[in-house]
T-cell receptor, first 115, second 109 residues
Framework: NAGVTQTPKFRVLKTGQSMTLLCAQD?????MYWYRQDPGMGLRLIHY???????AKGEVPDGYNVSRLKKQNFLLGLESAAPSQTSVYFC??????????????FGPGTRLLVL | DAKTTQPPSMDCAEGRAANLPCNHS???????VYWYRQIHSQGPQYIIH???NNETNEMASLIITEDRKSSTLILPHATLRDTAVYYC??????????FGSGTRLSIRP
């Protein structure tokens, strides 16, 4: 199993440009998440999904959109990138709450620099 | 979800047990205590979790106080590869998880 994979690994954008980050998992998990991590900080939840076709806002959703068209994929979009969105983005997946092991499995991260 | 408090940094000699404390005094009855770690800039890695009872797995042990207001993660024989930021989180739903700043653990050779 590859676990959770993210593409791209690194990207540089100019202010105002758009891009989509792709997250894929092969563990048949229902839940998927997008986090951002700024230097020296913990992870903050941007959006999450509890199943195919559903999404919900997390702690810091502004400036981002997401889609979960397939169970194994979770896309994070930046419509008009801003320097404040420079960060490392982590995707994660998990089983639903109440499952024997509702732990999150994380991808390797995408480093985004917005100039 | 419960807020957790951890020391910002700790160090431990290689080969010794590393004991990382976490305070979660506002934890509710259905919230689990989870520990994750983040090595360098990699994605966080699950270590262990528990509700009431002490837990042990191949990586670590988790000791939860009887009143559940605090817990300790124990790495029994710390190695240099255990150098990481350790996050203690208390939650009942992963959609409300809050990572905080964690404890930066340094292992001395």
């Amino acid at each position: 199993n590859a676990g959770v994979t993210q593409t791209p690994k690194f990207r540089v954008l100019k202010t105002g440009q758009s891009m989509t980050l792709l997250c894929a998992q092969d563990m048949n998990h229902e839940y998927m998440y997008w986090y951002r991590q700024d230097p020296g900080m913990g992870l903050r939840l941007i959006h999450y999904s509890v199943g195919e076709g559903t999404t919900a806002k997390g702690e810091v959703p502004d400036g981002y959109n997401v889609s979960r068209l397939k169970k194994q994929n979770f896309l994070l979009g930046l419509e008009s990138a801003a320097p404040s969105q420079t960060s490392v983005y982590f995707c994660a997946s998990s089983s639903p709450p109440g499952h024997i092991q509702e732990t999150q499995y994380f991808g390797p991260g995408t480093r985004l620099l917005v100039l | 979800d419960a807020k957790t408090t951890q020391p910002p940094s700790m160090d431990c000699a290689e080969g010794r047990a590393a004991n990382l404390p976490c305070n979660h005094s506002t934890i509710s009855g259905n919230e689990y205590v989870y520990w994750y770690r983040q090595i360098h800039s990699q994605g966080p890695q699950y270590i262990i979790h528990g509700l009431k009872n002490n837990e042990t797995n191949e990586m670590a042990s988790l000791i939860i106080t009887e009143d559940r207001k605090s817990s300790t993660l124990i790495l029994p024989h710390a190695t240099l590869r255990d150098t990481a930021v350790y996050y203690c989180i208390a939650y009942s739903s992963a959609s409300k998880i809050i990572f905080g700043s964690g404890t930066r653990l340094s292992i001395r050779p």
